[in-house]
């Protein structure tokens, strides 16, 4: 048996604070046409994909923080992505800043059918950086200042002929993100990221920066036997070098596509579904091995000293 979905990785080049959302949704637009010319059935963008990643900027003006934040989706200026998503009849999952009718501050992503309906919402949960100024850093990563902390948990929704979750950015560095969706036998994650590749409080890592993106979103899939489609906006924003390597990987843990520049490109690939079958019903069958019940209570300080260090970003 095989359920094929032919899904479209699209990566963005850098968006700079200049350039507007029509300008943005344009580009988006064209990645889908191309999408569809490769019959992709689900087309999936990066995090905070209408406009540059303003949590590098210390703002103290909260008009200034809400001009990045949309107050009704579609908009005017996205509308013209929902609209050519229904005339090509392609479904579309992308990230924005979402600004809530009673004023809530969301990272959030959103999951449109092919028929264009809004099937699915997700709000990041895992908030990386700080929420005070703190001048040292190259550029700041005032995701906790500028975000709540996402209020609905991970789902999965029954869409596109599967079972489809979102995660952001940070979350695919968790291994609880990509669990809480296992659980609900999720077969395909969509996930978009900005990831800069200097860790300012960790500089050691910078080397490392693709490494652990794939490192994190292999272990994920295999683990819990799901594709994860990851999606990078990249190349170098307001001075800021941000990763690329947008990959589409298998429930095998293998990375069968790959971005190879730093710009807007689109990797294609047909997913089957029932790949995900053999590691759900084997060595990740979680109803017949996994042992929560043995797990046990976490005992703080069975002796383990805990590590020092200042906040990580
Ligand atoms: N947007 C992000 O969540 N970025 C983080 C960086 C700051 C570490 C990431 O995990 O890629």
């Known amino acids: 048996m095989s359920r094929i979905i032919t899904v479209g990785a699209a990566q963005m080049g850098a968006i700079q604070r200049a350039d507007n959302r029509p300008a943005v949704v344009k580009r988006m637009v064209e990645l889908m046409r191309e999408a569809a010319s490769h019959r992709c059935d689900l087309i999936v963008y990066p995090e905070l994909t209408l406009t540059t990643f303003f949590p590098r900027w210390w703002m103290e003006n909260q008009d200034d923080v809400d001009a990045f934040f949309e107050r009704e989706m579609p908009s005017n200026e996205t509308a013209p992505l929902f609209n050519e998503a229904a005339k090509l009849g392609i479904g579309f999952s992308f990230g924005y800043a979402e600004l809530t009718p009673e004023g809530r501050h969301f990272n959030t992503a959103l999951l449109v059918d092919k028929t264009g309906r809004q099937v699915g919402k997700y709000r990041k949960i895992h908030l990386p950086g700080h929420a005070e100024h703190e001048p040292w850093r190259a550029f700041q990563h005032l995701e906790k200042r500028y975000f709540e902390v996402g209020d609905r948990s991970w789902g999965v929704w029954n869409a596109l002929g599967g079972n489809m979750g979102m995660m952001i950015c940070n979350d695919r560095r968790w291994p609880e993100s990509y669990r809480m969706m296992g659980l609900q036998s999720v077969e395909m994650i969509l996930l978009g990221y900005n990831t800069p ?44 070098e941000m990763i690329g390597a947008s990959s589409i990987v298998a429930p095998t843990g293998e990375i069968i596509g790959q971005a190879l520049t730093q710009g807007d490109e689109l990797i294609v690939a047909r997913c089957d579904l029932d790949l995900t079958r053999s590691y759900k019903a084997s060595i990740f069958n979680f109803e017949m091995h996994r042992q929560p019940e043995h797990y046990g209570r976490i005992v703080q300080q069975r002796g383990a000293v805990p590590p020092e260090g200042r906040s990580e970003g």
Request: charged fraction near 20%.
């Open 197 to 240: 590749r200097h860790n300012p409080p960790a500089p050691d890592h910078d080397r490392l920066s693709e490494f652990h993106n794939q490192l994190v979103m292999q272990a994920g899939a295999y683990q819990n036997g799901t594709w994860v489609v990851g999606v990078a906006k990249c190349g170098v924003e307001e001075g800021c």
